[in-house]
């Protein structure tokens, strides 16, 4: 069973501060690499995706990949309140471009 | 209008009742999925479809079934539904990286 692994949280910062959330993985030969956030009661929406080893930037949000160790994070800096989400990560299966394997999300709390 | 469309996006039926959900998209994607979320256990893949002819299972699509009517509607069906099918259920499209692009939701309650 291939697993992708998420703190679950909650995850309380300052608004203001960088909110770093990580995600590791079992499956080698995944490819790509996705984070979602989550309101509450609402869809997932992608934020970031990240295909190759090292950081992809995006305004305040950071994706940082290591292929070597299966680890996957995301960095929001200048953290807000509306940030406050439940932030899933997912990873496609390996060898597939076409099912995903979700995290079972972490929960960021930014507090004003 | 949102790309993807489910429909209901509320329903409360009852234990053995047949109950379909419904979803369209316009975003001219060929693929797409059926997810259910439950708290503490994350979404996973009911079912998901290629094109028309091609339809697959996911990890738990024992007690579902689905129809892809054109590549634009995939629809979900529980034949006769119980209560740890309650859950919120998402429909998605994708391309060819494998970003997922999820409809609204919707809220299924089994009494």
């Known amino acids: 069973q291939k697993e992708v692994e998420q703190n679950s949280g909650p995850l309380s910062v300052p608004e203001g501060a960088i909110a770093s959330l990580n995600c590791t993985y079992s499956?080698?030969?995944?490819?790509?690499f996705f984070w979602y956030r989550q309101y509450s009661g609402k869809s997932p929406e992608l934020i970031m995706s990240i295909y190759s080893n090292g950081d992809k930037e995006d305004g305040r949000f950071t994706a940082q990949l290591n292929k070597a160790s299966q680890y996957v994070s995301l960095l929001i800096r200048d953290s807000q309140p509306s940030d406050s989400a439940t932030y899933l990560c997912a990873v496609t299966q390996g060898g597939s471009n076409y099912k995903l394997t979700f995290g079972k999300g972490t929960l960021l709390t930014v507090n004003p | 209008d949102a790309d993807v469309t489910q429909t209901p996006r509320n329903r409360i039926t009852k234990t053995g009742k047949r109950i379909m959900l419904e979803c369209s998209q316009t975003?001219?994607?060929?693929?797409m999925y059926w997810y259910r979320q439950d708290p503490g256990l994350g979404l996973r893949l009911i079912y998901y479809?290629?094109?028309?002819?091609?339809?697959n299972k996911g990890e738990i699509s024992d007690g579902y079934s689905v129809s892809r009517q054109a590549q634009a509607k995939f629809s979900l069906s529980l034949e006769s539904a119980i209560p740890n099918q309650t859950a919120l259920y998402f429909c998605?499209?994708?391309?060819?990286?494998?970003?997922?692009?999820f409809g609204e939701g919707s809220r299924l309650t089994v009494l």
């Open positions: 479809s290629f094109d028309v002819k091609d339809i």
């Open positions: 998605a499209t994708s391309v060819d990286r494998g970003e997922l692009f």
């Open positions: 975003k001219g994607h060929d693929r």
């Open positions: 499956d080698r030969g995944s490819q790509s």
